[in-house]
């Protein structure tokens, strides 16, 4: 099989100025809930791409958990690789990659912690197994083997029986706010539509602007 070969000309649809909404998150919950009615798998997946201080990149999925005015939500263990990069260089990229409807979303922005009332809520919504799993990951450290996880999962049982879990001191939530959301739309003849909403340094007004493909 030769990779030149896996060729799609994209044609389900196209993306003009005059369809979009003024405000880039209204924009996005629009796009969102059409891919949750063509039941794309986990709509809220996203790539999450982080770097050091000095640069070294970094990319893995993560599930979004919250959007508002203020912007998007996850939640993971602070002391992670990506919670090291993001204690470093708190500026983030997030990517949707809605392939079904041959559309992507890239959000561009810095990152600050929720509070820890809004961390443990979340937590705490959460079914008790993924309590649990929280405590029971030091995400991102070097382990022996599977039976490490497993055993200390069923130590925490036995110390959490009938109780509630507390929420880990190095797990909780961050929030990106969008300096630039981009919509992307795949077109025919690799001539895609790519919409972009960059604040504008002065007024903080939403700028919207058309990229070559």
Do not use: C
């Not at 958990?65 to 939640?75: A, E």
């Amino acid at each position: 099989m030769s990779l030149a070969d896996l060729r799609k000309d994209y044609s389900l649809s196209g993306l003009l100025e005059k369809d979009l909404a003024r405000d880039p998150i209204r924009q996005f919950e629009h796009w969102f809930q059409q891919a949750e009615a063509a039941q794309v798998i986990e709509p809220n997946a996203m790539t999450l791409a982080t770097s050091t201080r000095e640069g070294r990149p970094s990319a893995r999925t993560v599930l979004l958990k919250g959007l508002d005015g203020r912007g998007f939500v996850f939640f993971t263990n602070y002391e992670s690789r990506k919670g090291r990069e993001l204690a470093e260089n708190p500026r983030a990229t997030l990517l949707f990659p809605w392939l079904a409807l041959e559309r992507q979303v890239i959000v561009e922005g810095e990152l600050t912690q929720v509070s820890r009332e809004e961390s443990a809520a979340y937590f705490h919504s959460r079914p008790r197994t993924s309590q649990l799993g929280a405590w029971v990951s030091q995400q991102s450290s070097i382990i022996t083997g599977r039976s490490v996880l497993e055993d200390s999962l069923k130590a925490l049982e036995k110390t959490h029986a009938g109780a509630e879990i507390p929420l880990p001191p190095a797990w909780g939530g961050y929030r990106l706010t969008p300096k630039s959301i981009e919509f992307w739309q795949g077109r025919r003849s690799r001539l895609h539509d790519r919409l972009r909403y960059r604040r504008d340094a002065v007024g903080g007004e939403w700028i919207i602007e058309r990229l070559a493909p």
